[in-house]
């Protein structure tokens, strides 16, 4: 829908292109999913854990300046716990983007960005944008992965790394503007 031009009654309209696109959002339980979420859409911080059931869906509109476009992203979290992988096929079911998640003081978190992707991967999700995601880089003392570690899983991904915290707010906003450019780029072409 880009260049969205129209005529009424002989006159011309051009406006900017509006679209909606699915961005799931996936990784362990409890790595800040929701948080980065919340953090983004209402600028948030929740102290209280709450796991996600199934899928927690938020809607956001961001303005890509430079593409002269709003697109609307549709972010599915999907719950981390092993008792909702049955239900990945629909929530993955035409995703235009993914954010894979980890927490950065629990290895185990880290180790299982390979599954969530293999995951994503059998669903035909390959070729589409996606960036990884270290969070919780405001626990400094508790830090248990490396840049090294994580810029090479990120060049295995083929996916930009970028370090979050959904407390403080670093490089939230960022996160979500990448992807939503990085889809947007991807459905043009």
Partial sequence: MSNNKREEGGLFFEGKSESIYKVIVIGDPSVGKTSLLTKFAKN???????????????????ELKECNATINLMFWEVAGQPQFYMLHRPYFNGADGMLLVFDMTRSSTFSNVSNWYSSAEKFGLSNIP????????????????????????????????????????????????????????????
Avoid at 44 to 62: A, D, R
Avoid at 130 to 149: A, C, H, Q, T, W
């Fill in 44 to 62: 948030k911080f929740e102290e209280v854990y709450l796991p996600t059931v199934g899928v927690n869906i938020v809607k956001e509109t961001i």
């Fill in 130 to 189: 996606r960036i990884l995601i270290g969070n919780k880089v405001d626990l400094k003392d508790e830090r248990k992965i490396i840049l090294p570690m994580a810029e090479h899983l990120s060049e295995k991904l083929n996916a930009p790394y970028y370090e979050t915290s959904a407390l403080t707010g670093d490089t939230v906003k960022e996160v979500f503007q990448k992807i939503a450019e990085l889809v947007f780029k991807y459905k043009e072409n």
